[in-house]
């Protein structure tokens, strides 16, 4: 899936839909959310990234307004809901969630779910007949008017998530995807001003997961919500978002596009949760970086400075994509391990030093365990300041 | 999944604590001092005791009382939970034929008053009983001794085992099949997933409905009474009527008191360990049924022969004890006209304990805590204090805050109310467990007030529990006695009380029309409830 980079550009004008200012929030002692700043732009799609743990969840829900902060402010569409002296009750924030476990209504059937956001009065139950003509009378009564534009809203809606043959099924009727496309359809029928998503796919079995994802990035986009959804699985922040905030222990380490957080890390641990990274100790030279495996052009340096004298030592971070094996009696590396996955292989070679390095390579190179190879890399590595220990 | 491997400590925290809204609050802490009343009442009694009242406590004979009844209680609550684990298990996961009708019929000794109940027992098993004169003439002369603990003890287990089935039945449903599912792939056998994973999960219906069991059977004047066994509420009913000293009365009173703290304490023990959450509400997936196959007929007699003792004894016995007054050509008048009445006041007892329970358990379900827990323990006060200690500490409040109430309607459905809230309140919060809050917060973020929210999405989530609570405690009202013959308005007359003051009088034909309108009138909403229950299965 493509980052819709348009998105970045659009409505350069408008308000931003949400900004979150220096948001705090503890429980008891332990600090759950510390200073976290965040914005999303209208009809962008934010992933909050990070391990279970970190405070991704408390923050969507002091956005939904489930939870109050200890300090800092949140504003939905230049309003503020939350900051000091205001504090706007989750009902009145225009903001629509989606939960882990989808939350449906398990007593109404999946129309009356999503109607249930519609300001009209809840969809009369009962009988099918019935329902009918009530359906009917409604259009003839004072308020008639407004209870079918929310059925046609709810008609609307259930055709963007593709659900409107299941609109009179209950939600234990329903499997995985249908739910949570249900989910997504009562969020979005409001018209919120923002969707949050609560680690939306988590439920979903992988094979699922894939087809899901981009079907609920193409009905955002299509809806142009700005939406910002919590996950702990870097593929699908990267595959779903525009933009990625990574989090750890309770602050955003790096907001960035996705290729920016993979190609481009603040940190080292931010560098080892978006993907696999290998650590190799070397030397700065000017604009290369001198390691074991040769000589490495630099991509980008993250508090590494040049100095007058001398070569600092520095980590060169490097993709398992990036590095080349080639077999040879007198190589200086031994194979030590080989994953085969079909479309693609890791293998982990031991280099002469003992450090242990990851090679991504496709399916139809034949590398054995125990044999010899030579090892390069394509492309830069990212610098690091050394680490003490 | 990784994303439930955190610190549950906290997320626990997160997860209640904003979650109750302070007029829940308020209504609870209102409520919870209603139940206090009586409590309030016995300790200005006591304070007006003389040293002899006192000093009586420490007597030997008050530490019999005390072991008497702890052994009744004790007793009839391991007998019920005997009966009741395997009746709930037979008739809601296996593939017993009948199940509803024995679904029913199992659960309706309720609606048997345990003075009725004890009549009947000591008509049919009594020295000159019914099943006496059958054996003797086989040379079977001696059967055991129906006065004294035997008697109280089966009276007791047979009429109150169905609040344990009621609460485990509600338990087993809630429970996740996969675990049961997950304990047989691992190699268990069904006796053993039974013991150590259905048990052990039930483990909090396992609790509230052995409270209620035992309280019940602290309380329980009419069985005891007529079987003649001495209990803590015999002796404060005799103190009361023959020597009019309420202060002693109150003395006593209070030491109840501490036997209930007691055993309120024990079940607070077996709850504190662990954490049972219902599948969530909705995700409903049935449990395959059990075939019984060989077990089938020594199940079926087992049923019967609990239904037959149960049930079909005491109704027997009224329907012989109908014919004979109706030979004798004993008028049945007036008993339309109590039936009605018992019906209408044990509804609107009903309603308005269904109602009240349910900020308090919004309270103790979603804020675990010292105050909600206090909330809760207070609440079963009144029910197992004895009636007549309740009744007149209304008597003695509405006499001195609001004396026009007096014998009037609204202070007899208040006295239900202190008396079988726990019955409504269990009901209702075993329903609040199973809905998760986050659907709550989900309406919330669609725009809808807390109010709205409650009434539309809370309520209609509750349902099986506010109509199960509902049935309960219109039982339980409808045989109720002492609070009714103090507090009822002049005139009125129900069930309870023609059943009682015909038996009193030894007019047992007389009698037999009352009580077997107040077993018919209870197998309405026995009925209804129950095959609700089968119907969300489908």
Not at chain 2, 13 to 18: D, F
Not at chain 2, 323 to 341: I, K, M, S, Y
Not at chain 2, 440 to 455: D, F, Q, T, Y
């Amino acid at each position: 899936m493509s980052t819709d980079l348009n998105a970045d550009h659009r409505d350069a004008a408008a308000p931003p839909a949400l900004r979150c200012e220096g948001l705090r929030k503890a429980f008891g002692r332990a600090l759950a959310v510390h200073d976290v700043s965040l914005s999303v732009r209208q009809g962008e799609i934010l992933a909050l990234l990070g391990p279970s743990g970190v405070g991704k969840t408390t923050c969507l829900r002091l956005i939904a307004g489930f939870e109050t902060p200890d300090a800092g402010r949140v504003a939905i569409n230049d309003r503020e809901v939350v900051g000091p002296g205001a504090f706007v009750p989750p009902e009145h924030r225009r903001v629509g969630m989606v939960f882990q476990d989808y939350a449906l209504f398990p007593h109404l059937s999946v129309a009356a779910n999503v109607r249930y956001g519609l300001d009209a009065a809840g969809a009369p139950r009962g009988d099918r007949r019935l329902r009918r003509w009530l359906h009917a009378a409604r259009n003839r009564l004072p308020g008639g008017a407004r209870a079918a534009a929310a059925d046609a809203r709810v008609a609307e809606v259930l055709h963007l998530v593709a659900l409107s043959r299941l609109a009179d099924r209950y939600p234990h009727e329903l499997s995985g995807g249908e739910a949570q496309r249900v989910a997504l359809a009562r969020a979005l029928a409001p018209g919120p001003a923002l969707i949050l998503l609560d680690e939306p796919f988590s439920n979903l079995d992988s094979r699922l997961r894939a087809a899901v994802r981009s079907e609920v990035r193409d009905i955002l986009k299509r809806a142009g919500a700005a939406a910002v959804f919590v996950t702990h699985d870097q593929e699908e922040a990267f595959t779903l978002a525009d933009r990625v905030a990574v989090m750890w222990d309770g602050r955003i380490a790096q907001v960035g596009p996705p290729e920016e957080i993979y190609h481009h890390p603040a940190t080292r641990a931010v560098a080892a949760f978006v993907g696999d990274a290998d650590f190799l100790p070397g030397r700065l030279q000017r604009d290369r970086v001198e390691t074991e495996i040769g000589l490495i052009p630099i991509n980008h340096r993250r508090g590494v400075h040049d100095t007058s004298t001398g070569q600092p030592a520095v980590q060169a971070m490097i993709r398992p994509e990036q590095v080349r094996l080639l077999a040879a009696p007198d190589g200086p590396a031994t194979v030590v391990k080989r994953d085969y996955f079909g479309h693609d292989q890791l293998v982990t070679v031991r280099l002469p030093s003992g450090a242990l390095l990851h090679a991504r390579l496709g399916p139809e190179e034949d590398f054995r365990v125990g044999g010899r190879v030579r090892v390069s890399a394509r492309g830069g590595a990212v610098l690091f300041p050394p680490t003490d220990a | 999944m990784i994303a439930f491997g955190f610190p549950f400590a906290r997320r626990a925290q997160r997860r209640w604590s904003s979650a109750v809204p302070a007029p829940a609050w308020l209504l609870a802490i209102a409520i919870a001092a209603v139940m206090a009343l009586p409590l309030v009442y016995l300790i200005v009694r006591a304070l007006d005791a003389d040293a002899d009242a006192w000093n009586a406590l420490g007597r030997a004979s008050t530490f019999r009382l005390l072991g008497r009844t702890t052994l009744l209680a004790a007793s009839v609550t391991v007998a019920s939970l005997t009966l009741a684990l395997p009746i709930a298990w037979l008739t809601v996961r296996t593939d017993l034929p009948g199940r509803r009708v024995w679904s029913v019929l199992t659960v309706l000794p309720l609606a048997i008053p345990s003075y009725v109940g004890a009549l009947a027992f000591v008509a049919a098993f009594g020295p000159r009983g019914s099943i006496h004169d059958l054996l003797s003439p086989l040379g079977l002369g001696s059967i055991p001794e129906i006065y004294g603990f035997p008697g109280a003890f089966l009276a007791l287990t047979l009429f109150t085992f169905p609040y344990l089935l009621l609460m485990l039945r509600a338990g087993l449903r809630g429970m996740d099949p996969a675990l049961e599912e997950a304990s047989r792939s691992l190699g268990a056998g069904s006796w053993r997933t039974f013991f150590t994973v259905v048990v052990p999960q039930l483990r909090v219906p396992i609790a509230a409905g052995s409270l209620l069991v035992a309280l019940y059977v602290v309380s329980d004047f009419g069985a005891v009474s007529i079987l003649r066994y001495d209990t803590f509420t015999r002796a404060i009913f005799i103190q009361y009527q023959s020597s009019f000293d309420r202060a002693a009365a109150a003395v006593l009173g209070l030491e109840l008191v501490g036997l209930v703290a007691l055993i309120l304490l024990l079940e607070s023990l077996s709850r504190s360990r662990g954490r049972f959450h219902g599948r969530g509400a909705g995700t409903a997936r049935t449990a395959t049924l059990k075939p019984l196959r060989r077990f089938r007929w020594p199940a079926l007699a087992f049923l019967a022969v609990v239904v037959v003792v149960a049930l079909g004894v005491p109704v027997g016995v009224l329907l012989h004890w109908l014919v004979r007054g109706w030979q004798a050509g004993e008028p049945f008048a007036g008993t339309a006209q109590a039936a009605l009445n018992s019906a209408g006041v044990s509804a609107a007892a009903g309603l308005v304990a269904v109602l009240a329970a349910i900020p308090v358990a919004i309270v103790t379900v979603r804020h675990r805590s010292l105050a909600s827990g206090l909330i809760e323990r207070l609440s079963y006060l009144g029910f197992a204090l004895p009636g007549i200690v309740v009744a007149l500490a209304l008597v003695f409040f509405a006499l001195r805050v609001l004396p026009g109430l007096y014998q009037t309607w609204p202070v007899l459905i208040f006295a239900y109310l202190v008396l079988f809230f726990p019955l409504a309140l269990g009901a209702v919060r075993t329903s609040l467990v199973q809905v998760r809050p986050n659907i709550e917060e989900a309406a919330r973020s669609l725009g809808r007030s807390p109010p709205r929210v409650l009434a539309t999405i809370t309520v209609p989530l509750l349902l099986p529990g506010l109509l199960g609570g509902f049935a309960l405690v219109f039982l339980t009202v409808m045989k109720e006695l002492p609070a009714t013959i103090l507090l009822r308005p002049i005139e009125f007359d129900t069930l309870a009380v023609d059943i009682w003051s015909a038996s009193s009088e030894a007019f047992f034909a007389r009698a037999a029309a009352p009580a077997l309108l107040l077993v018919l009138v209870a197998v309405l909403p026995m009925t209804v409830l129950i095959s609700r229950e089968y119907r969300s299965e489908r």
